[in-house]
């Protein structure tokens, strides 16, 4: 009733070398994707963690802030992980260091 054909490729030509030339070829567009990856994305991220670690690290008295919450203050005293800030007249707030967004 219905003949059943099966459609193939031709096969491959004599001589032709498909091993570590292809295996190059397949992988190489994403090593390169993953390096603009690093070098737009990750490396900038990176630089900006280990700024904003050293910004907190060194928070001294009288230094205008604005943390992650949005108040802005100026830094009273640093005791330890928390710092605390006048973000009033007579209005004293106790932040965790890691919650200062950077400077105001």
Same mark, same amino acid.
């Given at each position: 009733?219905?003949?059943?054909?099966?459609?193939?490729?031709?096969?491959?030509?004599?001589?032709?070398?498909?091993?570590?030339?292809?295996?190059?070829?397949?992988?190489?567009?994403?090593?390169?994707?993953?390096?603009?990856?690093?070098? $737009?994305?990750?490396?900038?991220?990176?630089?900006?963690?280990?700024?904003?670690?050293?910004?907190?690290?060194?928070?001294?008295?009288?230094? !205008?802030?604005?943390?992650?919450?949005? $108040?802005?203050?100026?830094?009273? !005293?640093?005791?330890?992980?928390?710092?605390?800030?006048?973000?009033?007249?007579?209005?004293?707030?106790?932040?965790? !260091?890691?919650?200062?967004?950077?400077?105001?």
């Amino acid at each position: 009733m219905w003949d059943v054909v099966y459609a193939m490729g031709a096969p491959p030509a004599e001589g032709t070398q498909g091993g570590a030339g292809s295996l190059v070829a397949t992988f190489l567009p994403l090593v390169l994707i993953f390096l603009v990856f690093y070098f $737009l994305l990750i490396r900038p991220q990176q630089k900006r963690a280990r700024e904003h670690e050293k910004f907190v690290e060194n928070l001294k008295n009288g230094q !205008k802030v604005i943390t992650a919450g949005g $108040l802005i203050g100026h830094v009273v !005293k640093v005791e330890g992980d928390e710092v605390l800030l006048e973000v009033g007249k007579d209005v004293r707030v106790r932040v965790q !260091k890691n919650y200062i967004a950077g400077p105001a």
